[in-house]
């Protein structure tokens, strides 16, 4: 996953508390009160680590299908 090293706005570091994040918030605890507890209380860096998203896994198939079509084109042109 791609978590900015820092945030846009103020420029806090963001990505070297982004792993207990995730585990804490997909372990069952609010977002809010995790966020509260890792010292951000800055709404730019709350909404750094809210709006990552994990491209890889929606590029991916893309990338795949294009690959697939390339080979198709590729087989009826010998």
Request: aromatic share 10%.
């Amino acid at each position: 996953m791609l978590v900015p090293v820092r945030c846009f706005t103020c420029g806090n570091l963001v990505a070297d508390r982004f792993a207990e994040y995730k585990s804490r918030t997909e372990g069952g605890e609010e977002s809010g009160a995790v966020l509260d507890s890792l010292g951000f209380s800055r709404y730019c860096c709350r909404r750094m680590l809210f709006t990552s998203v994990e491209t890889i896994r929606q590029i991916v198939p893309f990338y795949e299908a294009i690959e697939m079509r390339r080979r198709e084109v590729q087989s009826e042109l010998d």
